[in-house]
């Protein structure tokens, strides 16, 4: 217990200092400090994968799978990566929603930093409902990994007809009737007072809609991660540190979403592979390194491609 409660305040401790000190004033993010925030993201998770071997290795958490130090290390390892890998599908669809309310660059990382906040505590929710459900009900493994594969489908044959578009959405058409929202930005605040009522400010709208499609995103990052793990600590920590990398990445790669195209095939081999993994989970079991390898290489080989394919296309043009 005291494990999760050191980490879960080292957590909060960060983001206090991230809004209170490191991003007080608004300011428009450019690439090159976003860049370095995103690789001191991923350097802290990498190097968080040491102190899970230490707690592992001391017994300072409980360990109800009963793995070993390397073990663990490992399966944080592949956790963080699916993570990582599905969050970019999350920078897709932040993109449009901040396209489409209009919400200047200075102002976005308000609405990401409490977006993530929120983020933290419904994947906390949904990864202790999950666990005990697959803890509880071993054929739940099958319903996950035929969600997975269904996903996976569906990503791959989805139409250009299919593409989300914040303002049509049942999100935002019913917290209208819920509130009044007016759509003039009011500097970096979420609510406004006009003639006695209170009104929902763009940034409060599109906070609310990438909450909640982050919802949605969880349904499939969840019971993903739940694939190579059952382990609390596990999937939580490496939920965690790929949510807090989210944020950098997102202003690392807004403006360069078009040359990762590929990478949306990177994402329908890991969720097919996760799916056919819980599938069957009870009759075969993939060596560890099996499944971070493939990972890895699915991950990279959607990058290296879609960086060929985009400057292929520069020289054309």
């Known amino acids: ?8 305040a080292s957590i909060l401790f960060f983001l206090a200092l991230d809004l209170g000190v490191f991003n007080k004033t608004p300011h428009i993010i450019s690439s090159k400090e976003a860049g370095k925030w995103t690789g001191i993201f991923v350097t802290i998770s990498f190097l968080f994968s040491g102190v899970v071997y230490w707690i592992y290795q001391n017994g300072y958490i409980d360990n109800p799978t009963k793995l070993t130090p390397n073990l663990a290390v490992m399966k944080y390892i592949t956790g963080y990566l699916i993570e990582l890998s599905l969050s970019v599908d999350n920078i897709f669809v932040i993109a449009v929603i901040f396209a489409s309310f209009k919400i200047p660059q200075k102002y976005q990382h308000r609405v990401l930093f409490w977006g993530i906040l929120g983020a933290i505590i419904f994947r906390g929710l949904m990864i202790y409902f999950g666990v005990l459900l697959i ?3 071993s054929w739940m493994t099958y319903v996950f990994g035929a969600f997975l594969i269904f996903t996976a489908a569906k990503m791959l044959f989805k139409g250009e007809e299919e593409q989300f578009n914040p303002k049509k959405s049942f999100i935002f058409r019913n917290m209208r009737k819920v509130m009044p929202v007016t759509m003039h930005m009011e500097g970096q605040k979420f609510f406004i007072k006009k003639r006695g009522f209170t009104f929902a400010t763009p940034l409060f709208v599109a906070l609310i809609v990438i909450e909640l ?9 969840v019971p993903a991660i739940l694939a190579i793990t059952s382990d609390p600590f596990l999937v939580f920590s490496s939920n965690i540190f790929a949510i807090l990398g989210l944020r950098s990445m997102y202003f690392f790669l807004a403006n360069m979403l078009e040359k990762f195209s590929y990478l949306e ?24 390194w099996v499944s971070l390898g493939f990972i890895a290489l699915a991950l990279l080989g959607g990058i290296l491609v879609s960086l060929s394919k985009a400057k292929d296309e520069e020289k054309e043009a």
């Open 1 to 8: 217990m005291i494990v999760w409660i050191i980490f879960i």
């Open 135 to 137: 803890n509880k009900f």
């Open 213 to 221: 499609m982050d919802v949605l995103f969880a349904m499939d990052s």
């Open 265 to 288: 095939y990177s994402l329908i081999a890991i969720l097919t592979f996760v799916g056919i993994k819980m599938l069957i989970i009870h009759h075969f079991k993939f060596p560890e």
